[in-house]
């Protein structure tokens, strides 16, 4: 099923609404303009859901989804192991090769091989010691999906209703977390990602982040329940309130609401008008914080917002992205005269790829006649970029004390 839509990336309000506004933005003309506008664009979704024509959009066709097999591999976009451990300044590409060649790179336990990618949560060692490089920052996955009236939010079902992930793009590392489940007969805005910390940031009701609803009772709200309503009102699990209630009119025992709230207990909205007497005949959810539901979408399809968009609300929730370093904690401690960052472990160092479990190999034999030049007074040994300065004791290689042998010569030859 092919998910490429051809229109604008998914609506987003420009202004959280749900965060209190400075006496400084309601002075402004420019921040009052932009909270109209998106006002209208939130009523302006709920007028069309309320039109015939929301209800003429072509649901999409439902494709067999094939049994999932457990898949081993790494992502296809994954880096290759060589080129990690190159950019992790152990060496050149070729050189990595060379190693893994040798056996002497293993990923998980297991021996490396040309070619294999690696995630970020795979542990790689040369020569049974841990390498420790730099994690990618990418921000996690976040799709808009369009519910439609009879699917579950759940990955399977004992009695065999489809569900929203067969309609959901396969990932081979992690899983997608539902933000806010619907009913099996609610449709509309369905998030998903795949940050358990970005998902709680939406659902949690000490952040607050509004959801709003188009309600079709049987029935007309009176004055006296609409205040009710808002003040708050007894649901069995407690007091709920909503935020506004906007009538939407409507045709013979239909009315339509618009309401908004700022918490997803289980069939809240339901519950709420059920405490005064109405029944909801129909539920839509047209807006989850900033992303509105977008008109061109249609029922049992998705859209991915862009990374860019990911990383300003990650950054608006104070979720940090995954990264850091990999096989040791993060570098805390104070900087040095030499302006390099030294923490209580400054003294670990990657590994040598150079040196194995029985030492250092074996130097290669000289050709006959080649003569070794003499060492000048005053003259600085140059190592080689490839070579280690410490031996298996901590002292110097080439030196007569250490595990390398004294014979061999390290200079770099220009």
């Known amino acids: 099923m092919n998910n490429e839509i ?13 965060a209190p506004a400075s006496s400084d933005a309601a002075s402004n003309p420019r921040v009052e303009s932009q909270k109209k506008d998106d006002v209208f664009r939130s009523d302006d979704i709920f007028r ?3 039109s015939g024509k929301f209800d003429e959009q072509v649901p999409a066709a439902r494709e067999k989804r094939r049994p999932v097999l457990r898949e081993l591999t790494a992502e296809d976009n994954a880096p290759k192991l060589h080129k990690v451990l190159a950019d992790a300044g152990m060496g050149s590409r070729r050189d990595m090769e060379d190693l893994i060649l040798q056996g002497r790179v293993s990923v998980n336990g297991l021996p490396a091989h040309i070619g294999q990618r690696i995630l970020s949560s795979d542990q790689v060692r040369i020569n049974g010691k841990l390498v420790q490089r730099k994690l990618a920052s990418k921000p996690p996955r976040l799709l808009l999906y369009h519910k439609p009236a009879g699917e579950i939010v759940s990955q399977s079902d004992p009695g065999g209703r489809p569900t929203i992930f067969d309609n959901l793009p396969r990932i081979k590392a992690g899983k997608w977390i539902a933000v806010g489940r619907l009913d099996f007969n609610t ?10 910390d970005l998902a709680n940031r939406f659902m949690h009701p000490r952040y607050g982040v509004e ?18 309503l808002l003040k708050g009102i007894d649901i069995g699990d407690g007091a709920a309130s909503f935020l506004s209630i906007v009538d939407g009119g409507g045709e013979g025992a239909n009315h339509w609401y618009h309401v908004a709230l700022a ?3 289980n069939r809240e909205v339901r519950r709420m008008f059920e405490a005064v007497g109405l029944m909801v005949s129909r539920l839509i959810r047209t807006r989850y914080g900033e992303f509105i539901l977008p008109r061109a979408l249609r029922r049992g399809r998705w859209e991915e917002v862009p990374a860019l968009a990911v990383k300003a609300l990650m950054g608006k929730f104070g979720v940090k992205p995954q990264g850091g370093k990999e096989g040791g904690e993060p570098h805390t401690g104070r900087r040095t005269d030499a302006g390099r960052k030294r923490g209580p472990h400054s003294g670990a160092r990657q590994p040598d790829p150079m ?14 006649g080649r003569v070794q030049p003499e060492k000048q007074a005053g003259q600085r040994r140059q190592w080689g970029n490839n070579s280690s300065a410490w031996a298996g004791n901590g002292n110097k290689a080439g030196n007569g004390t250490g595990g390398g042998p004294k014979s061999r010569d390290r200079r770099s030859r220009g």
């Open 6 to 18: 051809a229109h604008s990336p998914p609506e987003v309000l420009a202004s959280d609404e749900s």
């Open 211 to 228: 959801r709003e609803y188009a309600v079709r009772t049987m029935g007309q709200l009176s004055e006296s329940s609409r205040q009710s």
């Open 187 to 196: 449709e509309g805005l369905l998030i998903l990602t795949t940050s358990g």
């Open 263 to 265: 918490e997803g207990r």
């Open 48 to 50: 069309y859901v309320v």
């Open 355 to 368: 040196q194995t479990a029985l030492g250092f190999p074996a130097p290669k034999p000289f050709h006959v």
